[in-house]
């Protein structure tokens, strides 16, 4: 099985743009989740989604947002882009129902720089 | 809300010795998932090895052990024979056991380098 795919996997944006990401999951992984990483602040929880439904959101501004589709492809947008929103964006998929152990599978993630 | 606290930054062993990573958690869930996961610098995010709460012994991948102790909240991560590929960050991760909680919480790692 192909791994989980983000794209792109480097940018670079200034400050007041948007961005938008994208994960793929692993095939037949309904629920997508992501995080964001940076030196200061670690890995943090984003939102995560199952079935094209938000279930968590994690301590973020509205700025971030999220949503999943019917192929259980996912995408978070970052709107209004500041300083402190460079960071590796991390987005990992796992198994559900009977399939389910727990584990996380993380992509390689998008490295965002905002200048 | 759950937290993980690895209390070293940065480790260093030689190589095919030992290293223990220290994690500890705080739940007032009884069941959940505890992971150690590497991060080389590639950036990958690799399952080391995981935990389910409810089993007793303690988790086991080739040179990699755990260090389960349910009633003192720790789970610590032990590489034996280490090699220069386990060079890395490390992070302890807590995950409810709840399918509809896909959240995991992360400690803020550990840097671990390997001497030749």
């Known amino acids: 099985k192909a791994g989980v795919t983000q794209t792109p996997r480097y940018l670079i944006k200034t400050r007041g743009q948007q961005v938008t990401l994208s994960c793929s999951p692993i095939s037949g992984h309904r629920s997508v989740s992501w995080y964001q990483q940076t030196p200061g602040q670690g890995l943090q929880f984003l939102f995560e989604?199952?079935?094209?439904?938000?279930?968590n959101k994690g301590n973020f501004p509205g700025r971030f947002s999220g949503r999943q589709f019917s192929n259980s492809r996912s995408e978070m947008n970052v709107s209004t882009l500041e300083l402190g929103d460079s960071a590796l964006y991390l987005c990992?998929?796992?198994?559900?129902?009977?399939?389910?152990?727990?584990?996380?599978?993380f992509g390689e993630g998008s490295r965002l720089t905002v200048l | 809300a759950q937290t993980v606290t690895q209390s070293q930054p940065e480790m260093s062993v030689q190589e095919a010795e030992t290293v223990t990573l220290s994690c500890t958690y705080d739940t007032s869930e009884s069941d959940y998932y505890l992971f150690w996961y590497k991060q080389p610098p590639s950036r990958q995010m690799i399952l080391v090895i995981r935990q389910e709460a409810y089993k007793q012994q303690n988790a086991t991948e080739n040179r990699f052990s755990v260090n389960f102790q349910k009633a003192a909240k720790s789970f610590s991560l032990k590489i034996s024979d280490s090699q220069l590929g386990d060079a890395a960050m490390y992070f302890c991760?807590?995950?409810?056991?709840?399918?509809?909680?896909?959240?995991?919480?992360f400690g803020q790692g550990t840097r671990l380098t390997i001497n030749p």
């Open positions: 989604y199952f079935s094209e439904t938000q279930r």
């Open positions: 991760a807590y995950r409810s056991a709840w399918q509809g909680a896909q959240k995991l919480v």
């Open positions: 990992a998929s796992s198994e559900s129902g009977t399939q389910f152990t727990g584990e996380l599978f």
